[in-house]
Each structure stands twice: as C-alpha cells, then as structure tokens.
C-alpha cells in the first residue's frame, strides 16, 4: 500500500491529538464504531461467497477479513500488555477460525478483553514506551489503541467495495 507523506503525518497527527486529548472511555468508544462499521460490513457479504475474489482483486473478503482480524488481535494483546505492564509481548500470529462468523467471534471476544485491560489500566501510564507502525512511526498504547478505529474502517470500507464488485 502506498500512501503520501503528507497523508501519513496527518494521520498521525490525528492518532498523536487525540488520544492525548481524550479519555478513555471516549477512545473505546471511537474504537467501537470502527469495530462496528468492519462487523456491519462483514456481514453484509454472505457467508457463501467469502472464497470469491472481486473482479481485478489479490484479496477475497476471507482474506481480508482474516487480516484486520489477526492484525487488530496482534495490537490488541500489544496494547494490553503495555498498558498495564509497560512491556510488549512477545509478537507471534493469533490463530484464527477460517469463517466470517469464526473470524468476527473471535475479533469480538479479543476487543471486549482489550476494552476491559484498557479501562483497568492507568491512562499516564507507559507512554514513554512506544513501538514502530509501518506507516505512522512510533506510537504508544494509546495511539495504537485509537489505531484499531482507522484499521477497522479502512478494511470495513475495502469490504463493502467487494460486496459491491461481487454483487452481493
């Protein structure tokens, strides 16, 4: 994926601003519209046809499902873990069902125990420790946290363009 520069710095001026800036219940909040916007999107492609590739498309909604899933879960245990520890896990691939319904259970399960860990955690704490995105430099737990919100609706909005390109 190619993205500007300009395009990244906003971004992450955006990731940087606000979650400095709000509490953490607003950030959950934030956080669960993207996680609801990906699961609507997700669902709106029947079950059937999650092996169809769109037209001129690498990904089928399987694949793309399957990686906003891993990815969020894989921050998410990153984020968890620096919030209340200060230390980052060890990094490793999450195990994942291989259907929509599968994918979106476990994306839910591993959301409601980072919302739980998040609001345990004290919000000043472990910002100093911050680890590298690809695209947005390196971010602490908070900003990694609000993340979760652009990556769901991103992969949301990929979504709902192949339900359209497979016309379902």
């Given amino acids: 994926m190619t993205m500007p520069a300009s395009e990244r710095e906003r971004i992450r001026q955006y990731l940087v601003e606000q979650a400095a800036g709000k509490g953490i219940e607003e950030l959950i909040g934030r956080v669960e519209e993207g996680v609801q916007e990906l699961r609507a999107a997700a669902l709106a492609i029947p079950a059937g046809r999650y092996g169809e590739h769109p037209p001129g498309d690498e990904w089928c909604p399987a694949d793309c499902l399957g990686h906003v899933v891993?990815?969020?879960?894989?921050?998410?245990?990153?984020?968890?873990?620096?919030?209340?520890?200060?230390?980052?896990?060890?990094?490793?691939?999450?195990?994942?069902?291989?259907?929509?319904?599968?994918?979106?259970?476990?994306?839910?399960?591993?959301?409601?125990?980072?919302?739980?860990?998040?609001?345990?955690?004290?919000?000043?704490?472990?910002?100093?420790?911050?680890?590298?995105?690809p695209f947005f430099g390196p971010l602490n737990w908070?900003?990694?946290?609000?993340?979760?919100?652009?990556?769901?609706?991103?992969?949301?909005?990929?979504?709902?363009g192949m339900r359209e390109a497979l016309g379902a």
Wanted: glycine share 6%.
């Fill in 142 to 160: 908070r900003e990694w946290f609000l993340f979760l919100r652009l990556h769901a609706k991103d992969h949301a909005r990929q979504l709902a």
């Fill in 70 to 133: 891993e990815w969020n879960l894989r921050v998410a245990r990153a984020v968890l873990h620096a919030a209340l520890t200060g230390e980052l896990p060890a990094d490793g691939p999450v195990e994942l069902p291989g259907d929509r319904d599968g994918m979106l259970a476990a994306h839910d399960e591993g959301i409601a125990s980072l919302y739980e860990h998040v609001r345990a955690a004290d919000p000043s704490a472990f910002l100093e420790l911050r680890w590298e995105h």
